[in-house]
């Protein structure tokens, strides 16, 4: 070094050390609230002057609250991040004027006093960042602005505080001060008056300089102060252009292990010329690694815990939607909804994914079948492997793979027979059945949402009964060779005023009153599984039609779920001469109609919407049923498992079964018509 640069005083730059909560709390923010846009946001950094190492300021997922709050021992830092959403925006930029602009938000909170009311402001950062949230890859660049004044002449070399006569004077009046105050403040040292004080920045007074010595807390370990004492010569020389030319006595406080401040230093400085503020320019962007103008990049994906790295992906689509899609869509709802799937094959793995996709959490699978070899090429959550142990039970696999795709998911799984009507239960298998009931029961109330993907009619009979029983919400998904039905069962949750929005040339069944699977039978369900050949025993349909249905099932739930009435939502719909006229009048929720069921056939690719209203003397969810259960419980359950038929007999379908078989006679002779009616 030159002498003349000798006399010249350095300062330390500010090196960024960026927490990795930083980048995740900066993610989270982008998708949940800020999406498209890249307006600046405000955040806080912050420093310490104990012990420090390098000239470090930290970031961390405090950095985006609304009022700083700088861990113990460490000072405050105002700043902001301006993050684009694309790469390409990030290069283009014009980084010297965004600087500029920084800069001179700086000179404008010098010049209008709030540096005196606020000092923190005086070491202010910026970030330009992009966040590449697909690769967990964030490009940043930080800067400290600060304005290009002339330079400052170093009188003699740095002073030690221990070294100062008094200097325990001198720490006694600092440590007065409380330390969130010590970031930057005057010390006033008047040795003939034997006073030593600390003044804060607004009760400056230009008499007595002499006296003064101008102390910021130092996060400097080298000779030379930190960067933020050049904002501090320029906001006083600015402040009291009278100090230029004259000698300035900074001290940097830093703090040691033990909290003595011996290590502080004092430089003794004077800058020559005025500065010119109105034209002054900035500098202060940070090197990179490479110790070269420009970004520096970070990927988060090693750091992340992988199973929290997994739940950000699989939910990144789902929150890219309300960027421009669905802007109201609510994730939160779909997170917390518990589903209790009966059924773990076709359907059931079909629907689990389905759930998965839309970021559902708690999935609870209830099935008794084994794994198979036909199943793992129509049943997606099986492999081969599974069915060659031959003793891997449906639900439990299933259970165990949905945590393999995703391991922030809450799945269960429980083996066990779903009693049925007409399936007679004998006295050896009584206690099993009691056990699996209860389960059942237990299950179906700890769960806000069932879904009915089992092979048979009337295996479904008894979680309808019990989804009506405990006000939950239904799914029925039902499978033909080439057709399919999938419905939502109507609620049994009371109605609290009008839902009902009448539309002209539209008929309208209210959330309440939409039949169950069973409303449109006059039979009770009996034991289908008897005297079946293999292919009445196996569920033989299209390959695709599972899929679908499946699709439709949860798609249905979740536009349900978004509706303001969920389940109570009422289902219009238009008879055949209006359908075209009408269609287009459907009112819509958040994504779309809201039909009662989807009959779709493969053969013609066609669907229609159906609605239908509730049976009174439904078998599954009349109030006859529904009161026979809360009265009697299992022992009704068991009457209605030792033949169908009962079931008949208390909603009176008997009756109607036996007006429907008699055939009536008359006698025309017997009748009379008018002229008009003969005629």
């Not at 307006?39 to 310490?48: D, I, K, L």
């Not at 830092?77 to 301006?82: H, K, N, V």
């Not at 007006?659 to 008009?676: A, G, M, P, R, T």
């Amino acid at each position: 070094m030159s002498e003349g640069n000798a006399n010249i005083l350095q300062f330390a730059p500010f090196e960024s050390f960026v927490s990795p909560t930083f980048w995740h709390k900066l993610a989270e923010l982008k998708l949940d609230y800020d999406r498209l846009s890249d307006a600046e946001r405000s955040v806080f950094g912050h420093y310490t002057n104990r012990k420090a190492s390098g000239c470090l300021l930290e970031v961390d997922y405090s950095a985006y609250n609304s009022v700083a709050q700088p861990p113990k021992f460490s000072h405050a830092a105002a700043g902001t991040i301006y993050n684009k959403n694309t790469i390409e925006e990030f290069k283009a930029l014009d980084k010297t004027a965004l600087l500029g602009d920084e800069g001179k938000r700086l000179l404008a909170d010098m010049k209008n006093g709030r540096v005196l009311n606020d000092a923190s402001l005086l070491t202010r950062f910026f970030v330009l960042s992009f966040a590449d949230l697909k690769s967990h890859s964030y490009y940043y660049w930080f800067a400290f602005p600060c304005p290009l004044t002339p330079t400052l002449k170093l009188h003699c070399d740095p002073l030690r505080l221990k070294d100062l006569p008094n200097s325990s004077r001198f720490v006694d009046a600092i440590c007065v001060l409380p330390p969130e105050k010590q970031n930057y403040f005057i010390l006033y040292a008047n040795e003939e008056q034997k006073l030593w004080e600390t003044r804060s920045l607004s009760n400056f007074d230009e008499q007595e300089t002499q006296h003064y010595y101008y102390c910021f807390a130092d996060p400097s370990e080298y000779e030379n102060p930190a960067w933020l004492m050049r904002n501090f010569v320029a906001f006083l020389l600015q402040h009291c252009p009278n100090l230029v030319g004259q000698t300035l006595r900074f001290m940097g406080l830093r703090y040691d292990q033990q909290l003595q401040l011996d290590n502080s230093l004092i430089w003794q400085v004077s800058q020559a010329d005025p500065c010119d503020y109105d034209q002054v320019q900035f500098v202060g962007w940070e090197l990179n690694r490479n110790g070269k103008m420009g970004p520096r990049m970070v990927n988060m994906r090693d750091s992340m815990d992988p199973a929290k790295l997994a739940e950000n992906v699989i939910n990144l689509n789902l929150k890219l939607m309300k960027w421009r899609l669905v802007p109201d869509l609510n994730l939160e709802i779909l997170a917390e909804t518990k589903c209790l799937l009966f059924g773990a094959g076709t359907l059931g793995c079909a629907v689990s994914r389905n759930l998965l996709s839309w970021g559902f959490k708690h999935i609870t699978l209830l099935d008794n079948g084994k794994v198979g070899y036909s199943n793992p090429v129509r049943q997606s959550l099986y492999t081969h492997a599974d069915a060659v142990t031959g003793n891997r039970m449906k639900a439990t696999t299933a259970a165990s793979r949905l945590l393999e795709i995703n391991p922030s998911t809450v799945s269960k799984g429980f083996v066990l027979e779903i009693p049925m009507p007409g399936h007679t239960i004998g006295e050896s298998l009584r206690q099993q059945t009691e056990e699996h009931l209860k389960l059942i029961e237990e299950q179906v109330k700890s769960h806000d949402v069932i879904f009915l993907l089992t092979d048979s009619r009337e295996s479904r009979w008894l979680p309808t009964l019990l989804g009506a029983a405990h006000q939950k919400i239904v799914i029925n998904a039902a499978l033909g060779f080439d057709s399919y039905l999938v419905m939502r069962h109507g609620s049994t949750r009371e109605v609290v005023g009008d839902v009902i929005k009448e539309i002209a040339g539209l008929k309208c069944i209210s959330g309440q009153q939409l039949g169950c699977y069973f409303c449109n039978d006059v039979t009770a369900p009996g034991n289908s599984l008897k005297d079946r050949t293999l292919d009445q025993q196996c569920t033989v349909t299209r390959p695709g039609v599972s899929n679908i249905a499946a699709s439709y099932a949860v798609e249905l739930l979740v536009a349900l779920l978004q509706h303001p009435q969920r389940e109570l939502a009422p289902a219009y719909y238009a008879n055949s001469r209006e359908q075209q006229k009408l269609d287009s009048q459907l009112p819509e929720g958040l994504l779309g109609i809201l039909p009662h069921s989807i009959r779709g056939m493969l053969c013609n690719y066609e669907n229609i919407l159906p609605a239908t209203q509730k049976f009174a003397q439904c078998i599954a969810c009349s109030e006859r049923v529904l009161d026979a259960y809360r009265k009697e419980g299992h022992a009704f359950l068991f009457k209605t498992f030792e033949t169908a038929k009962y079931l008949e007999d208390l909603t009176g379908i008997s009756e109607f079964k036996r007006l429907n078989s008699e055939i009536i006679d008359f006698d025309e002779d017997k009748f009379e018509f008018s002229d008009d009616e003969e005629d």
